[in-house]
């Protein structure tokens, strides 16, 4: 069985997982554990656990159990002191805390929610996310990063404070892959975050897995500003040292005006400038679902945005190639 | 299978469901919904949920699954927004919301927590017990009435409001058990409420079961000061109508003066009166296990408490007898 490891933040992440969970593959996810917003924030720092939302968002997508149990996971409290925790990450810091290992909490969610696969966390050290912009200025913590309207000025620097350890099962996973998928994300803050731990980059620079980078659809204005596709490549370069990928997967359908004009005040499509490079696939990755503004906030977030079922098509190709 | 019912509050049902779990027979536990007492009592003001205190407690007696499973459920927050919750309490909270009723969020429950028998909940209508004293004060809610030094003045009524209609699956069992098995409970916030509902008392009337009481080991000073065991037959019976009772179930063992000295504030042994009726069964049910402080908080509880396997094998010889 093919060896296919996804690597990103927790949204990003979920759509790729979701679509591949499907195929006979050995599946895994190396999620980022640079989160400090919201839910996750809070629990962070009331209770000294690691973060769990992106976490918790991979186990739904690889989830085998009922339907009802992954809107649990998914599910968020809307009053008193519960308000804005989503059941999983109250579920994930309870484990936690119970079996005093986020280690040990993740193989019990597995079990729990009867997943497909693996999710791992890049780090199980308790890490902040930090970015130096040219004019000096230090933006602290994830959630920081995530709200500025000023990353397109361009930064010096990126770090995790304390300088983390990779979690040996995410070195084993990416040197043992065939495959290994970098999923759509916000790069500086989702798919960065990643790199930035001591022994990522390495051992991506190492595996002799072939490397897929699925190019994100939508720039994000005052962060990615008119991005193209080879400038996602070049903040990738930035941190891996070299360019690793061996096929990049992007769209190539435009979503209807009336979309994009709904879509302008955040940012405009990512252009594709590259169609001299060999190593591009294009396809219509976007997802034709109508939303439901009720549905669960991970589909919520973006209106325009990849259908899982195509992005894993597309993947399986070249799972079925290699 | 002969077919067990055991009736009563959180604590005393899971001590009595504890041990009798291990028996081939066919379980369930009918609960009271009166509890609005600490975590419970927040969820159901923030989040206007059923009670889940005392189902918990039930589910986790009965529960097969893992022990790490079950110290989860019982796991109690220790920090922040979520400070002094029970992980279990917010777990059938979120089913609750997510699934839309109490009903099918126990039915859920019961299949994550791998539950042996059935636990179900006495009503599902949303109720506060009231209790009016001789001295026309009332006392609003179960956790003002568990709190109140004033009970063994006596009441005038007891109530809940509104009036509430029984669980059919209540009913069901009621009518269909081969045994019943009242638990040790606190008699006024545990025992009665149970009765309080419109249907229950007739069904226990009715049944045909035969109907044993599980007598509480200790009284609780300004509630049940001084009681013998005639006295707790008296107060169940102003409520069932007559004496249901086929068998009395009470500890012959005396604790050691030690112990007893350590509860004496707290309230006396009761004492068994009934010598000469022969529905007693007396026998040693006094549980041996040195208590550690930091156990699970359903143990801590009471240092002199009822060991689940001696009250289970008694119980056990009256259901192999009839």
Redesign the interface.
């Known amino acids: 069985m093919k060896k296919v490891v996804v690597i990103g933040g927790g949204t990003g992440n979920f759509v790729v997982l979701r679509g591949l969970k499907k195929y006979p593959i050995d599946l895994s996810a190396v999620v980022s554990m640079a989160d400090d917003g919201g839910s996750t924030g809070?629990?962070r720092?009331?209770?000294g656990v690691l973060p769990p939302g992106d976490v918790r968002q991979c186990m739904v997508a690889l989830s085998d159990s009922?339907r009802?149990?992954r809107?649990?996971m998914n599910?968020r409290?809307e009053?008193?002191?519960?308000?804005g925790?989503n059941?999983g990450n109250?579920?994930l810091s309870?484990?936690e805390?119970?079996?005093g290992s986020f280690d040990r909490a993740l193989e019990?969610a597995h079990?729990?929610l009867s997943i497909k696969g693996k999710v791992i966390p890049v780090t199980t050290n308790k890490v902040r996310l930090k970015m130096v912009l040219n004019n000096n200025k230090l933006l602290d913590g994830e959630s920081e990063i995530d709200g500025s309207q000023e990353l397109d000025q361009g930064f010096k620097s990126m770090y995790l404070e304390p300088f983390p350890k990779a979690h040996h099962k995410a070195i084993d996973q990416i040197m043992t892959a065939d495959l290994i998928v970098f999923s759509p994300a916000d790069i500086y803050t989702s798919l960065i975050p990643n790199l930035l731990v001591d022994g990522i980059c390495k051992a991506l620079r190492d595996s002799e897995a072939k490397k897929v980078l699925v190019v994100n659809l939508m720039n994000k204005n005052g962060q990615t500003t008119n991005f193209k596709v080879s400038d996602y490549l070049i903040q990738i370069k930035r941190f891996i040292g070299e360019d690793i990928f061996n096929y990049i997967l992007i769209n190539n359908v435009k979503p209807s005006k009336e979309l994009l004009d709904i879509y302008a005040q955040e940012g405009t499509m990512v252009e594709n400038d590259l169609h001299e490079d060999s190593r591009t696939i294009t396809a219509n990755l976007i997802s034709d679902e109508i939303i439901e503004q009720n549905k669960s906030d991970i589909i919520k977030r973006n209106l325009i945005r990849h259908d899982s079922e195509k992005i894993a098509e597309e993947l399986m190709k070249i799972v079925d190639h290699i």
Not at 79 to 83: Q, S
């Open positions: 809070v629990l720092d009331e209770l009922s009802s149990m809107d649990l599910y409290f009053n008193g002191g519960l308000e925790h059941f109250i579920l309870a484990l805390k119970v079996t019990e079990k729990i």
